[in-house]
């Protein structure tokens, strides 16, 4: 097995020393580097740490039993789901899947929630917040929000585990930089490539990862952040007219997630400090956590459920400020229309370009490929904002103020490559 010092930086293969151009190069990709550029890389390689994601074990605190007396457990015999209310609470029906039949179960063994952020918004508020969030979507059907009814609107209390971590970092991407020139027979490419190196300290608190499998954790991300800042330790009174959800989800089949958003929000951070270059893309990254703490919390969502032409369809709307996420249906009509609208009229201008130049033929051709390239470039960006449901990336919401320091930038030139291509006849002086 080869080496790690002697692998290609580019596509991995083995490298060899040439005697006569003095450099390192590689058979495989024909990839030329000097010694001493291949050094500075190889000894950044050699200075990376064993990654160590390990996750604080700490259990939080249960509910005493006479806190457990004042409240009650729902079972839903249709789907499963499980909410937590309060004892004065005499009927309630399942926020899921709006089933009326609750069997009422003892409460027991529950972990009791650190803290909670309590509702702010109240279900005025999430209509007109809803009302906004259709307006703001021209490829939505019309019926869908003039006719829509909305079935169920539904406050929850939902599950999460908070993460707490500071993050010692190590990021390395790779850098491309490129120019152009031309002579009197031949246009040239030059592409530099670089391993570029970030390294440094950010810390991020309370980022929550969804504790409910009856929840979708894309939803429950849509509808980030959260301003912990307003969070209260957690009381029983705050159930008082509202439900919460039964957390199912355990906190160590949590860590992979957190991890993730730890990583992608370190990434983004040492991304944002690299500047000039044509291309970066990532090749790998080390993370050292430190200090890691878990708590357990509740936070407001209201739920909304609907059903247009015999389909379902759910929002969530963040309790604490408002924000909805949901998929929303696209119509078939405002598409073909809007797709028209975007085509027609860039084609018609490249068109009159190339008719005035007597290229009819050539003209419609080309045309046709830049309105279509135009217009669909165009729809699949309005047709996105009716799909607001996704995951987060990173943590960048939960990063901790002036926690972010960067203490390590190395950009390490690799080698270069050249292309050249025939210039056309009608090409003439050199462009640099």
């Known amino acids: 097995m080869a080496n790690k010092e002697l692998e290609c930086p580019c596509c991995g293969g083995t490298l060899h020393f040439d005697s006569k151009t003095q450099d390192i190069v590689c058979p495989y990709c024909d990839s030329h580097f000097s010694v001493d550029d291949l050094k500075a890389y190889t000894d950044d390689l050699a200075s990376d740490k064993e990654e160590d994601v390990a996750w604080d074990e700490s259990t939080v605190q249960q509910y ?9 457990v729902y079972s839903c015999e249709s789907c499963g789901g499980e909410i937590i209310v309060d004892e004065t609470t005499t009927s309630t029906c399942c926020p899921y899947c709006g089933n009326n039949v609750l069997v009422s179960k003892q409460m027991s063994g529950d972990l009791k929630p650190n803290i909670c952020i309590p509702f702010k918004k109240d279900k005025d508020n ?12 021209p490829l939505l059907p019309s019926s869908f929000s003039k006719d829509n009814t909305i079935q169920e609107i539904k406050p929850l209390y939902v599950p999460f585990w ?6 010692d970092g190590k990021v390395r991407f790779k850098g491309e930089t490129t120019r152009t020139w031309s002579d009197a027979n031949y246009n040239y490419r030059e592409t530099k490539y670089y391993s570029l190196v970030r390294g440094g300290d950010i810390a991020f608190d309370r980022v929550p990862v969804d504790g409910s499998q009856k929840m979708e954790d894309q939803l429950m991300e849509s509808i980030e952040p959260y301003d912990s800042s307003e969070a209260v330790e957690f009381n029983a009174g705050y159930l008082a007219g509202y439900a919460a959800d039964r957390y199912d989800v355990e906190k160590d089949v949590t860590f992979n997630r957190a991890t993730e958003r730890f990583r992608d929000g370190t990434i983004s951070a040492f991304r944002s400090d690299i500047h000039g270059y044509s291309n970066v893309t990532l090749a790998d990254s080390n ?8 708590a357990y919390a509740l936070y407001p969502v209201w739920i909304l459920n609907t059903k247009w032409r015999e389909k379902n369809y759910r929002f969530a709307v963040n309790g604490q400020t408002g924000k909805v996420a949901g998929d929303l249906p696209v119509s078939p009509l405002k598409f073909f229309l809007f797709w028209m609208l975007f085509f027609i009229i860039p084609a018609g201008i490249i068109f009159a370009i190339c008719a005035a130049n007597d290229l009819l033929v050539g003209g419609i051709v080309i045309a046709l490929i830049v309105g279509s390239i135009i217009s669909t470039s165009i ?4 047709r996105s904002k009716n799909k607001t449901v996704h995951f987060q990336y ?16 190395k950009d390490i030139f690799l080698y270069r490559k050249v292309t050249k291509t025939p210039r056309a006849s009608s090409n003439n002086g050199d462009r640099r």
């Open 64 to 72: 005493s039993n006479q806190e457990m007396k004042g409240m009650k």
């Open 126 to 137: 999430v209509l007109e917040s809803l009302k906004g969030f259709f307006k703001k979507k």
């Open 162 to 167: 908070l993460f707490d971590a500071d993050v």
């Open 287 to 294: 993370l050292q956590l430190s200090n890691t703490k878990t």
């Open 379 to 382: 729809l699949m960006g309005m």
């Open 394 to 409: 990173g943590a960048s919401s939960y990063v901790r103020e002036n926690s972010f320091h960067i203490t390590l930038r």
